[in-house]
């Protein structure tokens, strides 16, 4: 048995398990990793020979070699798996050791972990971890849930190893229980709203512009150099200047329209509808990923139904413009929507998040980061309980000076056949949202035509109820 003590050891050896210890030992912490399949172990030991890592064969030797009290991470598939791990471990553990789980899991599983655990006196932190591979190795967003004070017994390794926004690194407690997983659920959310929106403006480029992969590419790139600038944009223009390895064709072209998801963005939309909170874009994207996958069913449709005529564009670079501010416009509204969504899920689960802090740590590191975090920071800074970042006068003044461009794009999509159901659903969201009356008056006096439900008047308080027709 080994003499040497490490700080944390690490369950779960896959690619960001690997890079998130050698990110913690260039931090000088001494770490530990094992695995169930010997040849990742085996492949942590042949990757980290310059490393004080210790790759662990057996799980008994793993944990004794572990200071006291013990800090072990997963890094594992959400679901049934991280139940086992931690019955594996259990025994093994103390009073005061502690168990984070940074997998994408549902924050309901991580509630009833951190409640098993409580009469065992071992610490439970269910911890959002955002950035891929990539970010695992060079810093990625981290968002830990659980006890205050057992997040100020490990926040050392963490703020070392976090991605740094201006020097501030991108990790910060984030609440009780399980409020470190719900906002990195709404992350993804809030994640897949932007990549449906990048994938709408692809469309229209690609089919009501006219333009081939180059110019798209060039096009994202430029609005990658603008206030436009996130990781999701920059990752997109690349992409359409990459080529096929398999043919001569650009690698895009070869991709199946099919998108596929692990389930986090259902689990957003699901929870919204939960708290009536109304998140139209990110919805819209969970669908269209769904009606992506609906293939034969599209291809069966498309021989039955024509097509109207693109629209007939003459200033291509005018409606290239239009079209950043219909992007920018809708990326304001993805977070708007899913930052609202965490305000009420605060108050809802008493998770008391700080949303400053939220805006501040998705600045780097992770997969949604973007330069206008800044602005979302800063209204928060002005008003901690903002309801709705629309609702932030200096936002407005921005969404303000873009809606007519996102109109307008919105109006040239449906005109040309091309479904942009992200950009219509941030455009309608917008307009009921600054409505100060909506058609809702029709539904309650529907209801209670049909079902006695009552309903309420304008002018009087109370509960009413007429004899319709
Ligand atoms: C991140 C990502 C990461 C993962 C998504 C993919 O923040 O690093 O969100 O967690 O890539 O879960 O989600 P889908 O498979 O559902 O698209």
Redesign the pocket.
């Known amino acids: 048995m080994k003499d040497k003590k490490y700080e944390l050891g690490l369950i779960g050896l896959g690619t960001m398990g690997q890079n998130l210890l050698m990110n913690m030992a260039d931090s000088n912490f001494a770490v530990a990793g094992y695995d169930k399949d010997g040849s990742k172990v085996d492949a942590l030991d042949e990757a980290t020979k310059k490393y004080d890592i210790f790759a662990a064969h057996n799980i008994k030797e793993f944990i004794s070699v572990l200071e006291k009290p013990r800090v072990v991470m997963l890094l594992v598939p959400a679901g049934k798996i991280v139940d086992y791990v931690i019955e594996d471990i259990l025994l093994m553990l103390e009073p005061g050791d502690i168990i984070i789980d940074g997998g994408?899991s549902h924050f309901s599983d991580t509630n009833r972990r951190v409640q098993n655990l409580k009469d065992t006196g071992i610490h439970f932190v269910g911890m959002?971890?955002?950035?891929?591979a990539e970010?695992a190795r060079l810093g990625?967003?981290m968002m830990p849930g659980g006890h205050p004070e057992t997040w100020n017994r490990i926040k050392n390794i963490f703020e070392a190893t976090a991605a740094k926004a201006d020097g501030e690194p991108c990790v910060a407690y984030i609440g009780e229980k399980s409020a470190g997983h719900y906002v990195?659920m709404v992350?993804?959310g809030i994640?897949?709203g932007l990549?449906e929106l990048l994938a709408e403006a692809y469309d229209f480029m690609k089919n009501v512009l006219g333009m081939d992969n180059a110019s798209i590419g060039g096009t994202f790139r430029k609005w990658n150099e603008g206030r436009l600038k996130s990781f999701l944009v920059e990752i997109t223009a690349e992409i359409f200047f990459q080529k096929d390895d398999l043919t001569d064709n650009d690698l895009i072209d070869m991709i199946l329209d099919a998108?596929?998801?692990?389930?986090?963005?259902?689990w957003t939309s699901q929870d919204a509808m939960n708290l009536q909170a109304p998140i139209t874009l990110i919805d819209t994207a969970v669908s269209m990923?769904e009606l992506s996958g609906a293939l034969e069913e599209r291809q069966q449709a498309s021989s039955m139904y024509s097509a109207p005529d693109m629209v007939k564009i003459t200033d291509t670079d005018k409606v290239v413009d239009q079209l950043e501010d219909a992007i920018y416009f809708s990326f304001i509204t993805a977070y708007a929507q899913g930052m609202g969504q965490l305000t009420k899920a605060s108050k809802e689960y008493e998770y008391n998040l700080n949303m400053e802090s939220i805006a501040a740590i998705w600045r780097a590191g992770?997969?949604?980061r973007a330069s206008l975090l800044e602005d979302f920071r800063a209204a928060y800074q002005k008003n901690a309980d903002l309801e709705n970042l629309l609702l932030d006068a200096d936002i407005a003044k921005t969404v303000d000076s873009l809606q007519n461009n996102a109109r307008a794009i919105a109006q040239m999509s449906i005109q040309s056949g091309v479904s942009m159901m992200g950009l219509n659903s941030a455009v309608s969201y917008f307009d009921a949202y600054r409505s100060k009356r909506l058609p809702a008056n029709l539904i309650q006096a529907q209801r209670d035509f049909f079902g006695s439900h009552t309903y309420e008047r304008i002018d009087k308080e109370g509960k009413f109820h007429s004899n319709w027709g």
Not at 128 to 132: A, D, K
Not at 259 to 266: C, D, F, N
């Open positions: 994408n959002g971890i955002s950035g891929g970010g990625p967003s990195k992350h993804n994640e897949y990549m998108s596929r998801s692990k389930g986090t963005g259902k990923r992770c997969i949604i």
